[in-house]
């Protein structure tokens, strides 16, 4: 589902809820899960040479890397919604 912003309010109004607060993450934030997501990987494969399924976590990881900066990269959007039942 591709929804803009004003969309995923709308949506969640029509469910019955009201919307309490809205953030959204930008590409510096995302590049920082990422980041880290896939460092604790790389940490991981260092610290761990000899372990089983080590080529499995290799290649988890450089899928990951892969698909972010030459796929979704700049094109995820996230935001946060807390939300409260609607009178």
């Known amino acids: 589902m591709d929804l803009s912003l004003a969309e995923l ?3 969640t109004e029509g469910c ?10 930008g590409t ?11 460092g604790a990987l ?3 494969l260092l610290t761990n040479p000899t372990a089983a399924g080590r080529d499995e976590v ?3 990881a450089d899928e990951r890397c892969t698909r972010r900066l030459r796929g979704y990269r700049g094109l995820v959007g996230f935001a ?3 939300l409260t039942p609607g009178s």
């Open 9 to 11: 309010v709308e949506l």
């Open 16 to 25: 019955g809820f009201r919307m309490l607060r809205l953030a959204t993450a």
């Open 28 to 38: 510096d934030e995302w590049d920082g899960f990422e980041s880290r997501w896939c």
């Open 42 to 44: 790389e940490k991981w």
């Open 58 to 60: 290799r290649a988890l």
């Open 80 to 82: 946060y919604l807390v």
